[in-house]
């Protein structure tokens, strides 16, 4: 099957862990996003990734980190620096970027203790 | 901030009436897509309409875009229980430099069966 996974579902961490969120495709798509949507809130850009080995902040990057090693696989890293981190995360990728349809997992929900 | 917003916020009608949901936006556009999300889940496309284009039908989606008044508007005809879920316009803006879309705030529908 061809789809983007996201792992785990549901994440729970303690105040001032870091948390690492995974995302992977098998479509082949070059550019890779992640979003945060908060409760009855649209989707707002934490980073995107183009290519390999290169991604840009989106409007609401502190306190997040991700990297792109590899074409499938685009981590979120939840830091201890951002500040209110309870939110349903959304990864998602595109063929090229720049306005292509965007297919999304199915989310991973995180919840601070 | 280039998001596009949904009007109105929360819309519930009865199985078989159509639904009507709207999208405003603030920049000129390449295109504008429309994306459906079910309770916890994640996005999946519907449809996009480009700004040369002026109505797109699919199924029981038709999408109309006016770019003179930035403004597009989704309607399900026929509705089904089915269809209760939130939808969201997608814009690609020119002009902001990015390489991504802006969503909008959603609309969440009810189908009341």
């Known amino acids: 099957d061809g789809g983007i996974t996201q792992s785990p579902k549901y994440l729970f961490r303690k105040e001032g862990q870091n948390v690492t969120l995974s995302c992977e495709q098998n479509?082949?798509?070059?550019?890779m996003y992640w979003y945060r949507q908060d409760p009855g809130q649209g989707l707002r850009l934490i980073y995107y990734?183009?290519?390999?080995?290169?991604?840009q902040k989106g409007d609401i990057a502190e306190g997040y980190s991700v990297s792109r090693e590899k074409k499938e696989s685009f981590p979120l890293t939840v830091t201890s620096a951002q500040k209110n981190p309870t939110a349903f995360y959304l990864c998602?990728?595109?063929?090229?970027?720049?306005?292509?349809?965007?297919?999304f997992g199915p989310g991973t929900r995180l919840t601070v203790l | 901030s280039q998001q596009g917003e949904e009007d109105p916020q929360a819309l519930s009608i009865q199985e078989g009436e159509n639904a009507t949901m709207n999208c405003s936006y603030k920049?000129?556009?390449?295109?504008l897509q429309w994306y459906r999300q079910n309770s916890g889940r994640g996005l999946v496309h519907l449809i996009l309409?480009?700004?040369?284009?002026r109505e797109k039908h699919s199924g029981r989606l038709r999408v109309t875009l006016d770019t003179s008044k930035k403004s597009s508007s989704l309607l399900i005809t026929a509705s089904r229980a089915a269809d209760t879920a939130s939808y969201f316009c997608?814009?690609?803006?020119?002009?902001?430099?990015?390489?991504?879309?802006?969503f909008g705030t959603g609309t969440r529908l009810t189908v009341i069966p």
């Open positions: 998602a990728s595109s063929i090229q970027g720049r306005g292509d349809t965007q297919y």
């Open positions: 479509l082949n798509h070059d550019a």
């Open positions: 990734s183009q290519i390999v080995n290169d991604f």
């Open positions: 920049t000129s556009i390449n295109n």
């Open positions: 309409i480009r700004s040369n284009e």
């Open positions: 997608a814009t690609d803006a020119i002009g902001t430099g990015a390489n991504n879309l802006f």
